[in-house]
């Protein structure tokens, strides 16, 4: 009877290795590995893996996000934090959070994401900057911003 416990996110991995904001890149090309998301709209599998691999960008995205460097059991922590964040904050937050979840783990440029949800470019960094902060101050991980 080898029950698998599940940890909760805060305890589940490391937070200090590496800050907010690669975590958050790392689970972005977590999510780009092994089909984690299912249309990406490419041709050709194996020139599909080999762009992967070497950090091409292949989806019209204007970012390229780095060589995926975590386990499954930290993007799942990852992911449970994020899933946590979108079900427990107020709108406003929210708003934040998807400008953030958008440019850091979807590697959106802001001038996407500005047209995206017809904003200012001062105001999705502005945002971005806000999620960031609520972020790394509610669960204490350093960030970029932070210190």
């Avoid at 940890?7 to 904001?21: C, G, N, P, Y």
């Avoid at 972005?28 to 590995?33: A, K, P």
């Avoid at 299912?38 to 992967?52: A, K």
């Avoid at 994020?82 to 937050?93: F, S």
């Amino acid at each position: 009877m080898n029950a698998m416990v599940k940890k909760h996110f805060t305890v589940a991995i490391d937070w200090e290795q590496k800050t907010l904001e690669q975590w958050l890149e790392q689970y972005g090309s977590w999510l780009l590995l092994d089909c984690h998301y299912e249309h990406l709209g490419y041709g050709n599998q194996m020139g599909r893996l080999i762009d992967i691999a070497n950090g091409v960008m292949r989806d019209k995205r204007r970012r390229s996000l780095p060589r995926c460097n975590i386990t499954d059991d930290q993007a799942q922590a990852i992911e449970d934090m994020v899933n946590h964040l979108i079900d427990t904050e107020n709108a406003k937050v929210k708003k934040w959070l998807t400008i953030m979840i958008d440019y850091h783990v979807n590697a959106y440029s802001e001038e996407q994401i500005a047209k995206f949800y017809d904003l200012s470019r001062f105001a999705v960094t502005r945002d971005r900057t806000l999620g960031l902060v609520r972020v790394a101050t509610r669960f204490k991980i350093s960030s970029h911003i932070t210190g």
